[in-house]
């Protein structure tokens, strides 16, 4: 065993790999963790630390820290369990590091040595009638891999037979977990690398790399009571790991809340009620599909209590949660899954009329600020359960809806917004209608409602071109003149082109082109392969494509209504756009 002189602390914490696996305890992955994902370079980079360690003699490599947590025996007998808070990449890495060197002995005809490192480091030798006798437990995507893993091992019956007959009992898994992921390469990584010392020096420099790992690299474990404090402390002494997610904390504390020995119950409790919950979040985003759950408990921690900050949001629900089972705190965590959905992805996961759906997709459409999510949440909740008039919904969700569009049009920043929509549901009192939505939020005074003239005179002169409510403005246009949906995504057209000539615009001049380009009046939908075909032609081209073969009828009555399209022509357009905007959105300071 590595001895004070090859520490690199004074620390009694500080412990070789071998002390700290050979403890003959488990270290538990918490089961919902997110699972192992060690990258080929960091791969790479323990394989020279360990050689760097063989060609020095004496040498120690510092791993850093690990966070535990040791969980509560109903008796001193029992097998000790800490549950590894944070580090469990570091640890799992190793234990797949002896498993391969553990492989590769038995392959090069060298039982005993690997029998001394598989039950000395990877395995526990009781007979436990619960609890896995492997000494990592891996979280649960990770484990039908790992038990996959230590079959390869026991698959020579010789080795088996060697091991005196004794019954490994593996992990329990759900069928989530995949069969073969970053932990299966990675491990096979590992073999290749201990072949390469078999092949170079034979079985003792197998057992000299094994040394190098097990007994030349540390680490200090830090022992914590309450384990919500582990990331904290994780990211202080290891910033150049992965921080964890409010998702991640949450995830664990459900699972911590059973016992850690009824992983019958815990399985049910994944296959049931977790996985069609951690699914339900998966929406397409550009024709990828993205995993929302990380960005659902801000919103909803701040519907529960309007006071809610990011960074105490999961010891904010962790209060809630107390003495709570884990099929209690994801029933409650599900309460507004479906509002969330709907308001992210425009989809009507609520299953709202068709008035109130079109309404929630509009704000979709627009790019309501996040800030606005805990508000329009607890709205969609309350139609959805008949705790609020339809009819005082759509006047709610339009008023909202106008004093985004408006200050958006002005190219005003959403900061403030935060401030506005967190406490809204609850400053409207006893009761949430139109009337009370608008007192309670006027009564910011720093945040800005833009008045008619200053939303026309940004419509007809700002380079909203770049804005995010420019595409959403641009179909407002199209659907305005009652155009059909065509089923394309739209390409944004710069009538007077992005690269100006001369030749083709003499009635333009260049400081004009500079002013009007990406202002609205002179912006179009079309589709790409039309847009890319028209690219910097003259007015006169693009004019008889617009009218003879666009399937936005915006610009088939663009080119109808102008036969020129000169500085004078945008500005009157964007005057037209500007009239109907403060039309369409009625000032929603003004009852």
Request: glycine share 6%; aromatic share 8%.
């Amino acid at each position: 065993m590595a001895n004070t002189k090859s520490m690199l602390t004074n620390s009694s914490d500080e412990l070789s790999l071998a002390k700290l696996l050979g403890s003959g305890g488990i270290f538990s992955i918490p089961f919902f963790q997110r699972p192992y994902k060690w990258a080929p370079d960091k791969i790479r980079q323990l394989n020279d630390d360990i050689l760097s360690l063989m060609d020095v003699p004496n040498d120690v490599h510092f791993l850093g820290a690990i966070i535990t947590h040791g969980l509560a025996r109903s008796n001193s007998a029992d097998v000790s369990v800490s549950e590894v808070i944070d580090g469990q990449q570091r640890l799992t890495t190793v234990y797949l590091y002896v498993c391969a060197a553990v492989k590769t002995l038995i392959d090069a005809g060298e039982p005993t040595e690997a029998q001394g490192l598989f039950e000395k480091f990877l395995t526990i030798q009781i007979n436990t009638k619960s609890l896995s006798n492997l000494a990592l437990h891996s979280s649960q995507e990770d484990r039908k891999q790992l038990n996959a893993i230590v079959d390869e091992i026991l698959e020579s019956k010789a080795f088996a037979k060697f091991l005196g007959g004794f019954t490994f009992k593996k992990l329990t898994y759900t069928s989530s977990g995949p069969d073969r992921s970053i932990l299966r390469n990675n491990y096979n990584s590992a073999k290749r690398f201990f072949k390469e010392q078999l092949d170079q020096g034979g079985v003792a420099r197998v057992l000299d790399a094994s040394n190098a790992l097990l007994e030349r690299m540390t680490l200090v474990q830090i022992e914590i009571q309450d384990p919500t404090n582990g990331p904290k402390i994780f990211n202080s002494l290891n910033s150049r790991q992965e921080p964890m997610t409010i998702g991640d904390l949450v995830r664990n504390d459900i699972f911590s809340r059973g016992s850690a020995e009824d992983a019958e119950t815990i399985a049910r409790i994944d296959e049931e009620e977790w996985q069609p919950f951690y699914r339900g979040f998966m929406a397409d985003r550009l024709g990828k599909m993205v995993n929302n759950f990380d960005s659902y408990f801000f919103p909803f921690g701040l519907v529960h209590n309007p006071n809610t900050t990011k960074s105490d949001v999961y010891t904010k629900l962790n209060e809630r949660w107390v003495g709570k089972s884990p099929s209690e705190v994801i029933a409650e965590l599900a309460d507004y899954q479906a509002d969330f959905m709907a308001i992210i992805t425009g989809i009507n996961t609520t299953k709202h009329p068709k008035e109130i759906a079109a309404a929630f997709k509009r704000l979709t459409l627009l790019g309501a600020p996040s800030s606005t999510y805990p508000f329009l949440m607890q709205v969609s909740r309350a139609v959805r359960e008949s705790a609020m008039a339809e009819a005082d919904a759509l006047e709610i969700l339009a008023l909202v809806e106008a004093f985004l569009i408006r200050r958006a049009l002005c190219a005003i920043e959403p900061t403030g917004l935060h401030a506005v929509f967190k406490k809204l549901w609850d400053d409207c009192g006893s009761t949430v209608d139109a009337t009370a939505v608008r007192v309670a939020m006027k009564k910011h005074k720093t945040v800005k409602w833009p008045s008619d003239d200053e939303v026309k005179e940004s419509v007809a002169t700002l380079n909203l071109y770049k804005s995010g409510i420019c595409k959403f403005l641009i179909l407002e246009l199209e659907r305005r003149l009652g155009g059909d949906s065509v089923g394309i995504e739209p390409w944004i057209e710069h009538i007077l082109p992005e690269a100006w000539t001369a030749k083709d615009w003499p009635d333009v001049s260049k400081e004009e082109h500079l002013e009007l380009k990406d202002v609205i009046g002179n912006l179009l939908p079309l589709s790409a392969e039309m847009n890319k075909g028209l690219s910097n032609s003259a007015f006169a081209s693009k004019r008889g494509v617009y009218a003879a073969d666009s399937a936005f009828k915006s610009a088939r009555e663009l080119a109808s209504t102008y036969s020129t399209w000169t500085a004078d022509d945008i500005r009157h357009r964007g005057v037209e756009i500007g009239d109907w905007a403060v039309q369409q959105w009625t000032d929603p300071s003004i009852p």
